[in-house]
């Protein structure tokens, strides 16, 4: 029993839609009715911008309301997004309000034969326009955040440092610039214009050359170099004898944290102590190179370094012992230096002891290879029998190389090695 009485509704309702498809297409096939707020495009708007300097400021969202008549399975087919009405700009000659006719176009899926227009909410769009302002503006970056310690934030880059601006004069006149506000860095970010009191500036009416402004802000690692030299021991001086002093001392230097991880010092050079004086100061300037990629944000190129030597003493002493060491085989050798004069320096107590016999100058021959001719030889100074003292300055001597003669029965030249207790120093 129940079962019928579903079957006899469904029944019904079928029957009903019946009835009304046949009433609407057949009995009342054709009806009329609106279409609201369909939106006006507008014809020849860039004419504005290039032949006429004006721009379009009021009007740009008008809408039209359409009473509409035809067939009913024609009605169902419009909507407020497939008619199109279009105003045309053309006739616009100057600044101020105009009225403009607008055409209708109905969609494709409709014939313009079988839909035909009963009312209109209006029949002309009222816009206003007014003259065109292009302007340059700057383009300014505000961080909004904190550096931890330790540090520092970068310049902020942007990738425009102006951009344009056009739209209507008296808009356009308060703006001042444009604003990015970078919450991260390698961001892409939206902006907002504002006026010279950073009020922001909201207007459809304005148009900017780019809608948005690629922006990268790098932080940096911040760290204190100690500023440094390399002594090298020579001339009886080692680096217990150094009373030094480097300006500036230290650099403040940032980067990358792994670029900085591990560097805790700076060598800006090397100071070679047996050129160094005894008894007065020495001063040089040397140069400060970083690493790639980090940078000196003092921006100081050069380090003054001052050093003294402490509890040294000097003498200069007429050497005779020359000697000549790795002679070329098959080949004479000889001394054109009977003597020099050597400055040697050392620990003043044990200076007065040292005298011409303790030193030796030897030439080492090893490089001359098999060539014959007059040679300035540098030699190595050794002090025998002296621990710490040591010959200041580099020394040569003038060797002669010849084939030997068959009345030579000896070489003349002693193959030596260096004794011990002394230092040795030469020069090219």
Known sequence: MKRNKIVSLLLAVVIALSLWVYVVTTVTPEDSQWIRNIPVTFA???????????????????????????????????????????????????????????????????SDNDISIEARSTYEVDV????????????????????????????????????????????????????????????????????????????????????????????????????TVQFIDGGGATEEHVVS?????????????????GINSLNIGNIDLSTVPTNKAYTGTYNIILPDKLTNMTGEETAAVTVELKNLKEKTLRVTNLEL??????????????????????????????????????????????????????????????????AMGSYSVLVSISEPSESDDTAVAVDVSPGDGGEGTGQE
């Open 245 to 261: 002093s480097i300006e500036p001392s230290t650099i403040p230097v940032k980067g990358a944290a792994e670029d900085l991880e």
């Open 128 to 227: 206003q326009v007014d003259l065109l302002s292009v302007k340059e503006i700057p383009v300014q970056a505000v961080f909004q955040g904190s550096v931890a310690d330790g540090y520092v934030q970068d310049p902020i880059e942007l990738e425009y440092d102006t951009l344009e601006i056009s739209g209507p004069q008296d808009q356009v006149s308060q703006v001042d610039h444009a604003q990015v506000i970078l919450e991260r860095t390698k961001l892409s970010k939206t902006y907002t214009l504002m006026d010279a009191d950073g009020n922001e500036i909201s207007s459809d009416e304005i148009h900017c050359s780019v809608d948005k402004i690629g922006v990268m802000m790098t932080v940096s690692l911040v760290k204190e170099l100690p500023l």
């Open 44 to 110: 020849n708007e860039d004419g504005l911008f290039s032949d006429r300097n004006l721009t379009l400021t009021q009007g740009r969202n008008a809408t039209v309301d359409l009473k509409v008549y035809g067939k009913r399975q024609d009605l169902l087919k419009l909507s407020n997004s497939n008619i199109t009405i279009t105003a045309d700009l053309a006739d616009v000659l100057g600044p101020g309000e105009w009225q403009l006719r607008y055409t209708v176009v109905m969609p494709e899926t409709v």
């Open 325 to 390: 060491s790795n002679v070329p085989s098959n080949l004479k050798a000889s001394l054109g230096t009977v003597s020099l004069q050597i400055k040697v320096r050392g620990p003043a107590d044990v200076m007065d002891a040292v005298t011409a016999s303790s030193i030796r100058a030897v030439a080492d021959l090893s490089s001359i290879g098999t060539s014959t001719g007059q040679f300035s030889v540098p030699v190595d100074v050794y002090v025998d029998g002296f621990s710490g003292v040591g």
